[in-house]
């Protein structure tokens, strides 16, 4: 049972009336509270609106007028409550309701279904959203289109549940994606539902608190280059042109700690000098993060050697190909266990966990990745966070495979008190 009452509770002469909304749930009374977008005088309110004996014509119609609006609040908000799950009434939708039934074209224009969703939300937010990410949520579209042709039956927004998501890790389960794939998939998925919960969509809560699986850290996949491997690297002559430019790639990625789509953007007027030492600043793409990167000398020799000028750009596709090239020119071939992208059948490829050479499964990232696990013993980790621009220590231990175990044993070493 749902009753819905109006009160003025400002102490200023116009203001919009407050909204009691309350109703029964398993035989628990709540009560919730919004505002209405119309405005109404604290004289019409205290002296007019419930007289049943107003003699002037002009505060009659207002009144009739008054009473039909609020009437129609009433109405609406009750056919909205009896349509609803009531998991998701809360404030939230309470006012999202009453912006409806004040803008009702604010709801035909949000889509009911994920796939129209998703191509929603990407307009939605095409300023904020890094080109790479708008390319991961493109390939779900992809990924959700196979699943609804499987299923036989579009999937609303607001049946999104943990049935729905159980269903859809098996699609991908069945379909040999990996645990890192199918968890980034579902999170994208919670994204779009939480986005959607604050446009006023009626969103299953459990769609709004899903977990997404984390793979367990192992140290031993985590790929990355030692110091006598990039020595090995610096000592190759004779390079062609294009495997001479990834080899300097490679290593002002290590020795800056940036991903393939800022590195690729380092331009000389990004370099600043206070006089003691040299930085380069830039925004991350990605989280848009503010980093300030010392340059060390690696990565100043060649920009001597260059001219004062980074070296010339290539594509992602095309660095990863050379620097698979460029390693094995170097006879980084120990076996060690990784994903290799490999074709499973007509136009479907996969990540394959194995033991590979380490030359054909190198990629852009491993500089990176070689950056952290190099200094993250030889900077504070904050210092270190800052430059590489995790969120959290525990993000960073993770993305160069320290467990909590083996942190903890380098925090051991640390104490050396006499007490």
């Known amino acids: 049972m749902v009753n819905i009452n109006y009160y003025y509770r400002s102490k200023k002469n116009d203001a ?7 109703y029964t ?11 209405t977008q119309k405005i109404f005088s604290k004289k019409y309110w205290d002296k007019y609106h419930q007289n049943l004996k107003i003699r002037d014509y002009a505060m009659r119609v207002m009144q009739n007028q008054s009473h039909s609006h609020l009437n129609d609040l009433t109405l609406f908000l009750n056919n909205s409550f009896s349509s609803a799950n009531l998991s998701n009434v809360d404030k939230n939708w309470l006012e999202k309701q009453i912006s409806f039934f004040y803008n009702p074209q604010l ?3 949000i889509p009911q279904d994920l796939l129209n969703y998703i191509s929603y939300f990407l307009n939605f937010r095409k300023n904020s959203l890094g080109i790479e990410t708008v390319k991961k949520y493109q390939t779900l579209d992809k990924r959700i289109r196979a699943f609804i042709k499987t299923r036989g039956k579009d999937i609303m927004m607001e049946d999104i549940d943990e049935n729905i998501k159980l269903e859809f890790e098996n699609f991908l389960i069945d379909d040999e994606y990996s645990i890192g794939t199918i968890s980034r998939d579902i999170g994208f998925i919670k994204s779009l539902c939480i986005h959607a919960h604050e446009r006023g969509l009626d969103i299953n809560r459990q769609a709004l608190k899903m977990k997404t699986k984390k793979e367990a850290i192992d140290s031993s996949n985590i790929i990355f280059l030692k110091m006598d491997e990039l020595k090995k690297i610096k000592m190759l002559n004779n390079l062609p042109q294009h495997l001479e430019t990834t080899r300097r790639w490679l290593f002002i990625s290590c020795f800056t700690g940036q991903r393939i789509s800022d590195f690729m953007r380092f331009n000389k007027i990004m370099i600043k000098d206070n006089g003691l030492n040299k930085i380069i600043e830039i925004t991350q793409k990605k989280g848009e993060k503010n980093v300030c990167i010392p340059l060390y000398p690696p990565v100043q020799e060649i920009l001597d050697i260059n001219e004062g000028e980074f070296p010339e750009k290539m594509s992602q596709q095309k660095y990863n190909k050379h620097l698979k090239t460029l390693c094995e020119i170097a006879k980084l071939n120990q076996i060690i266990p990784g994903g290799k992208l490999t ?3 007509h136009k479907k490829y996969r990540k394959i966990k194995g033991y590979y050479p380490k030359s054909q499964i190198v990629s852009s990232h491993i500089g990176r990745k070689s950056f952290a696990s190099m200094f993250y013993l030889k900077m504070r980790l904050p210092v270190l966070m800052r430059i590489t621009g995790h969120s959290s220590e525990a993000m960073l231990l993770r993305y160069i495979g320290v467990s909590p175990a083996e942190y903890a044993l380098e925090a051991h070493k640390s104490y050396d008190f006499d007490f």
């Open 107 to 109: 709801k035909m224009n």
């Open 25 to 35: 749930v398993n035989g628990k009374r709540l009560t919730l509270e919004g505002k």
């Open 16 to 22: 919009p009336l407050t909204v009691r909304f309350r």
């Open 343 to 345: 074709k499973i059948s």
